[in-house]
């Protein structure tokens, strides 16, 4: 049963800490996306890979964020330094290329980060 | 803003009745697609309209498309408590693999 699974599933930490989001997705997928969900702000596209290149990160605070893909498994998201307003629940999706029949994403079960 | 709108925010109904949900959107799209989100878990695929269908089922959705109006709607035909959950639109627009989500409709279904 392929899926796309996030580590750590819960992660409560101090500001001024480093957070760093790991996701492994389905074998074969080569898109992958990072968003995250609050209350307020709904779901935001953080980040986007095709191929382990990133293709769009407009959607993610440069000075404090960072997404890279290391290898073809293996999707990190680091926050350093986190804020509180950094909370939310952070989520790892993959999917395959568009046009091979249509663009679902699969998503992973996220990571509910706490920044106090 | 979102590109994708759900009417309504929210939306109670009685085990057994169909539920609607509409979205709207803003610009010329390739695909609309619908996800569930149950409360606590990542969002679930649901089912895919291309913008040249109009109409598609999948067991008891039933989804429709007008990109005249910019608008489409899920239909979920005799809800059951398990349905409950969050039901978010996503559109893709260009020849990438980009959604741009909803702002989710919450549906309760009680027993």
């Known amino acids: 049963d392929a899926r796309v699974t996030q580590t750590p599933r819960h992660k409560v930490t101090e500001m001024g800490q480093e957070v760093t989001m790991r996701c492994q997705p389905i074998?074969?997928?080569?898109?992958v996306f990072w968003y995250r969900q609050t209350m307020m702000q709904g779901l935001e596209l953080l980040a986007y890979?095709?191929?382990?290149?990133?293709?769009?990160d407009s959607g993610m605070p440069k000075d404090r964020f960072s997404a890279e893909m290391p290898d073809a498994t293996l999707a990190t998201l680091k926050i350093q330094p986190s804020e509180p307003r950094d909370s939310a629940v952070y989520f790892c999706?993959?999917?395959?290329?568009?046009?091979?029949?249509?663009?679902?994403?699969?998503f992973g079960p996220g990571t509910r980060l706490t920044v106090l | 803003s979102q590109q994708g709108e759900e009417d309504p925010q929210a939306l109670s109904i009685q085990e057994g009745e169909n539920a609607t949900m509409n979205c709207s959107y803003k610009?010329?799209?390739?695909?609309l697609q619908w996800y569930r989100q149950n409360s606590g878990r990542g969002l679930v695929h649901l089912i895919l309209?291309?913008?040249?269908?109009r109409e598609k089922h999948s067991g008891r959705l039933r989804v429709t498309l007008d990109t005249s109006k910019k608008s489409s709607s899920l239909l979920i035909t005799a809800s059951r408590a398990a349905d409950t959950a969050s039901y978010f639109c996503?559109?893709?627009?260009?020849?990438?693999?980009?959604?741009?989500f909803g702002t989710g409709t919450q549906l309760k279904v009680e027993l």
């Open positions: 999706a993959s999917g395959l290329p568009a046009g091979t029949g249509g663009n679902e994403q699969f």
């Open positions: 996503a559109t893709a627009a260009g020849g990438g693999n980009k959604l741009t």
């Open positions: 610009t010329s799209i390739n695909n």
């Open positions: 890979f095709r191929n382990r290149a990133p293709l769009d």
């Open positions: 074998l074969g997928h080569n898109t």
């Open positions: 309209i291309r913008s040249n269908e």
